[in-house]
């Protein structure tokens, strides 16, 4: 952006075109389906990244990991991933996340959902943000 900062709405936006046009060919290529989400978005991710910063996956977070950390120039975007298992799993991922972004220091952090149903693209796609603990969360749908 014009502050040197990344805009992830904008980068996760650009993701979710990508996935939806590209995920059935490169999903089908791993053995592990869980991991094949995370290192799309990871790879699609680093190519801006490189630029100024690093993706630390899996980084220990008290008694958890978050999935993804993005570190660029003095911006850290935190964001948790998970495969889309219905409304009490989407619930708990919240709570996973903000738990989180307490120990990282953060207001702000994003939950990415992928949905694996055979739903239309359209239905699967949405970025929504919310206030969770006085968080702002914001949800991606992939």
Not at 67 to 78: G, M, N, Y
Not at 80 to 109: H, M, T
Request: contains cysteine; glycine residues 8%.
């Amino acid at each position: 952006d014009d502050n040197g900062f990344l805009d992830m709405d904008k980068l996760l936006t650009a993701f979710q075109e990508f996935y939806s046009e590209n995920a059935e060919s490169w999903l089908d290529r791993f053995t592990f389906k869980e991991s094949a989400h995370h290192l799309l978005l990871m790879a699609f991710l680093q190519r801006l990244v490189n630029s100024g910063g690093e993706i630390v996956r899996e980084m220990a977070v008290g008694n958890g990991r978050i999935d993804l950390l993005v570190k660029f120039h003095s911006q850290r975007t935190a964001m948790e991933l998970k495969i889309n298992r219905g409304p009490k799993y989407v619930e708990k991922a919240k709570k996973q996340l903000d738990q989180y972004l307490d120990r990282l220091g953060l207001n702000e952090g994003y939950l990415i959902l992928f949905d694996k149903s055979k739903r239309d693209w359209e239905d699967k796609l949405y970025m929504k943000e919310i206030t969770f603990n006085g968080k702002k969360i914001t949800m991606v749908g992939c």
